[in-house]
């Protein structure tokens, strides 16, 4: 399949896996790209830059093809040193970013001297018109179903789309809720050029993460999600459990008082302990209603090659055969 977004990054297909912190390493990065798609390594689960450039380099031992880094501005307890890490993006011959948080305009300078494609995640019309301006390439417009920080505006991608594709020029994936041939179909319908997965692609045999979060997906509904820290404009969406429930007993208890020390156990160095410990009940970590429609653990290319093949038959059979015989010939489809 041939979109703008497989033009402008040099794949196969317009499947884009989004940067997930302690998921995102090179071998799931690796492994997405060999299928085809674009994978991507999540720049700040590296702890230092130097380690980032290891993990540049351990994903080029595994791939010929290209991938991208993640670069999230997200508040944080201490400022990452982007700029190193950016250098290590650079020299480790990176040409697409993935950038999210806060708008990357004070990085784009240094970002396009380098020949990086950049591409930001927005959660809304007008961050999205936004990124356009300041210079991105494209944009991954994640709706409210999405896993990690929807934003605040609570819009669904079936407006959310549309309404991207009536503003904006440059390309733009479709994010948040995206899991197989249906989402790719539906996304291309609403105006995107492709889609990018966070959840759906933890529930693969490459991801690097314990087998406890894998059958955890697989065992979750739609419903099983949960949004947290919404009184610090910081919403989250993450799997419910133990650590969550307690999480949001807090915030009840603190109303619009609450500060992020209160939630500090909940929320700080959850992803190692579940990632890697397969600690399930450990806190918030990011999940997305999406949730409900992983039913196995595939590996990688099964997964996208089942998600294309099942697209193109989505499009010519059931799609093209709601045209009537004399719509089909005008059209000269088969
Ligand atoms: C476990 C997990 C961790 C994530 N970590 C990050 C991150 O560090 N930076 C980021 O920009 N997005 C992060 N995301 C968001 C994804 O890149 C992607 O935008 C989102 O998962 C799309 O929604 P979906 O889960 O419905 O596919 C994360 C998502 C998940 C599920």
């Known amino acids: ?64 093809k290209p991938f991208g880094v993640n670069l999230t501005f997200l508040p944080a307890f201490s400022a990452p040193p982007y700029p190193e890490y950016i250098a290590a993006i650079r020299e480790g011959g990176i040409k697409i970013v993935e950038t999210a948080g806060r708008s990357p305009e004070q990085y784009m ?28 390439d494209a944009v991954s417009v994640d709706g409210f179903e999405c896993g990690g920080h929807p934003g605040e505006d609570d819009m669904p991608n079936m407006i959310l789309l549309p309404r991207a594709a009536e503003e904006l020029k440059i390309p733009f994936v479709a994010s948040g809720g995206m899991a197989d041939a249906r989402s790719l179909v539906a996304a291309l319908a609403l105006g995107a050029a492709g889609m990018n997965m966070g959840t759906r692609f933890i529930a693969t045999k490459e991801a690097p993460v314990h087998d406890n979060v894998k059958q955890a997906l697989v065992a979750a509904t739609e419903l099983d999600t ?59 970590w990011s999940c997305g209603m999406v949730v409900g429609l ?41």
Not at 30 to 44: F, Q, R
Not at 109 to 136: F, M
Not at 265 to 273: D, F, Q, R
């Open 1 to 64: 399949m041939k979109t703008a977004i497989t033009e402008m990054f040099g794949i196969e297909h317009p499947i884009i896996q989004g940067g997930m912190h302690y998921v995102g390493f090179a071998e799931l990065a690796a492994a997405v790209s060999n299928a085809g798609g674009l994978g991507i390594i999540t720049g700040l689960t590296q702890r230092t830059p130097e380690l980032l450039a290891k993990e540049i380099a351990r994903c080029h031992d595994m791939t010929d």
């Open 226 to 284: 949960r949004l947290v820290m919404r009184a610090l404009r910081n919403t989250e969406r993450v799997l419910r459990n133990k650590g969550v429930d307690r999480l949001i007993e807090i915030e009840r208890e603190k109303g619009r008082s609450l500060k992020i020390e209160d939630i500090h156990a909940e929320v700080a160095g959850v992803y190692p302990k579940v990632m890697i410990d397969g600690e399930m009940d450990a806190g918030a």
């Open 294 to 334: 992983i039913k196995d653990i595939p590996t990688v290319k099964e997964l996208i090659d089942r998600i294309m093949a099942d697209a193109e038959r989505l499009i010519l059979d059931r799609l093209a055969g709601f045209l009537g015989a004399e719509t089909k010939a005008a059209l000269k489809v088969a």
């Open 109 to 136: 300078p240094a970002l396009k001297a380098a020949g990086i494609k950049v591409i930001h995640k927005c959660t809304s019309v007008r961050h999205s018109l936004k990124a356009e301006q300041i210079g991105c």
